[in-house]
């Protein structure tokens, strides 16, 4: 009304009937345990969390509602309350029910065994049973999820609706060499120019049309940390909607020596074909230079034509440049180097710099970059 004002009742005032009332309608289980470990008072919450009537468990000792795995300090812990004054805890204690189940209870204790209208622990206990499942539960998970990313053989990223990388598994490192934890990447600048497009198509299918995502990998070139490309198998899930999630989750396989594979099988093919067809023999030896080439990066492919004497009459080569195509057609054919290069074994030089047999072409090869055969 108008005009009133709140009153502010304290404690001392309140009836026992009224605190009784109190008590009654509280949720946690207030519960009053004498010197000797015996409830002398419990309130009515006490059936809705462990199912006891207050009357079945006022004059017993709290031990005896204890779980089998009793506390081993219980003793020690509640010597040390009774000593001192004043509130203690949160204590856990595993209680059990009327019907055997055993609850987790947190409670807080405030000695007022010197108090003469109350003597003995008045404690107020919460039920965590559920909370701590819970916590566990998600602990659980959190740890069979690292252990399944840290150890998998597949990378694990999660994107957002723009691209942006918001997490890498450890995997990462091991397959493209970056660090998980290290620089965030939009992950169409790892993307091959090539593939580019593709991978933008699929990101728009992953944002507007998310249950066509997780149907079909796609198969992208991602470039790792040295500058190479990995042929890289894609599957997503669009999880952008849940709340714990937030982000698109892509599944990646390395499938560059697959790849790699599947490629040099057809253009072996290939060029079988070829020869079965009658193809100048020059060009079938370009291309199967240039197949080595692609299989071997940062090589350079070259194969020489003897006649009846040893003598070299034509070197075909596709990354071979024409000064050292030169030199080598016109270096002597009962040389070290000659003879070497003429055996019907294969000839290994790992270090034309201080191989002797290489003194006269060593600086050649050192000017266009060389420095094996």
């Not at 019907?344 to 600086?363: K, N, S």
Request: charged fraction near 25%; charge should be negative.
């Amino acid at each position: 009304m108008p005009g009133e004002t709140l009153g502010v009742v304290s404690p001392s005032e309140l009836t026992l009937d009224r605190r009784y009332s109190l008590i009654d309608h509280v949720s946690e289980i207030v519960s009053v345990i004498d010197a000797d470990g015996v409830f002398t008072f419990v309130s009515p919450s006490v059936t809705t969390h462990l199912g006891w009537h207050p009357d079945e468990v006022v004059g017993r000792p709290v031990v005896e509602f204890l779980s089998e795995e009793r506390h081993p300090d219980f003793d020690e812990v509640f010597a040390a309350v009774c000593a001192a004054p004043g509130t203690h805890g949160p204590f856990g204690l595993n209680l059990v029910t009327r019907s055997g189940e055993v609850r987790l209870l947190e409670s807080l204790v405030t000695n007022r065994l010197d108090d003469p209208s109350v003597r003995g622990l008045i404690t107020v206990a919460r039920d965590e049973t559920e909370r701590v499942a819970a916590n566990e539960a998600r602990r659980r998970a959190e740890a069979r999820f690292r252990a399944l990313v840290q150890f998998s053989s597949d990378v694990v990223l999660l994107v957002d609706a723009q691209g942006l990388i918001t997490y890498a598994s450890p995997s990462v490192e091991r397959i493209l060499g970056y660090e998980s934890h290290g620089q965030s990447f939009n992950i169409f600048d790892l993307i091959h120019p090539e593939d580019l497009e593709r991978a933008r198509k699929n990101m728009e299918v992953a944002v507007e049309q998310p249950e066509l995502l997780s149907m079909v990998p796609a198969e992208l070139r991602v470039r790792a940390a040295d500058g190479s490309y990995r042929s890289v198998e894609v599957l997503g899930n669009n999880l952008l909607d849940d709340p714990d999630v937030g982000a698109i989750v892509f599944n990646g396989r390395d499938v560059t020596d697959r790849r790699l594979a599947e490629d040099l099988v057809t253009e072996q093919a290939s060029i079988l074909e070829a020869i079965a067809r009658g193809e100048a023999l020059e060009r079938t030896l370009g291309r199967i230079l240039a197949l080595l080439e692609a299989r071997i990066p940062g090589t350079a492919a070259s194969v020489a034509q003897l006649d009846a004497r040893g003598e070299l009459l034509h070197m075909e080569g596709t990354s071979i440049p024409p000064s050292l195509t030169r030199a080598f057609n016109q270096y002597p054919a009962h040389s070290d180097l000659g003879e070497s290069v003429r055996v019907e074994m294969p000839a290994i030089f790992v270090d034309v710099a201080h191989d002797p047999r290489w003194e006269e072409l060593a600086p050649l090869m050192a000017d266009e970059g060389f420095g094996a055969c």
